[in-house]
């Protein structure tokens, strides 16, 4: 599969979008807030505005994953990313991850744009399965996938260090056919869609 080919996604709170370099700033204010570091990035990580503009200036030409700006719909304010990465093609599988800044945060935009980035994969890619890896106690994020339709699969017990203790990864994932069915809404009614 090749990934070059970055679509917008538009729902009623986001549109996912391709990143530009220009994208780098506020990329830079996201991932220096401590809710971002606490959950995503090993503390000692330094990412340097430089760095995220060479990352998210090539982006858009990358072959093998599907990285998305995940802007306000009204707006255009970039609130964080929709990831789908790691693909196998034998499985046709990839990984799936996500991550926003404060101003994105409690307006159900991460439910939408998860919503959006997997529907894609699953409806116009042909993925047949979609995985993703979360500390135990993000327990926003947890919520956010489940809503989408993600199942546990499994626990890494106190698989990383993080907040000053041990702390588990869960691991979970949706497949094409429970999808199919639900659409990132399980527990919906298919005629309420």
């Excluded at 306000?72 to 789908?84: I, K, Q, Y």
């Excluded at 799936?96 to 529907?119: D, S």
Aim: negative net charge; aromatic residues 8%.
């Amino acid at each position: 599969m090749d990934f070059t080919a970055k679509p917008v996604l538009t729902g009623e709170k986001a549109v996912l979008r391709s990143f530009t370099e220009a994208d780098a700033d506020a990329i830079h204010e996201i991932v220096r807030d401590p809710e971002v570091v606490r959950f995503t990035f090993e503390p000692s990580t330094e990412l340097t505005l430089e760095h995220l503009r060479s990352w998210y200036g090539s982006r858009s030409a990358a072959p093998d994953r599907l990285d998305l700006a995940v802007t306000d719909r009204v707006t255009g304010e970039l609130l964080g990313e929709a990831v789908l990465y790691e693909w196998d093609p034998a499985a046709r599988a990839c990984a799936f991850r996500t991550l926003l800044g404060p101003r994105g945060r409690g307006r159900g935009i991460g439910t939408e744009a998860t919503r959006l980035i997997v529907g894609h994969g699953f409806e116009r890619l042909g993925l047949h399965r979609v995985s993703l890896e979360v500390y135990g106690h993000n327990h926003r994020a947890r919520r956010v996938y489940e809503k989408a339709g993600f199942v546990v699969e499994g626990v890494r017990r106190e698989a990383a260090w993080r907040d000053g203790g041990w702390v588990d990864e869960v691991l979970m994932a949706v497949l094409d056919h429970e999808w199919a069915a639900h659409r990132g809404r399980p527990g919906v009614s298919s005629t309420v869609r």
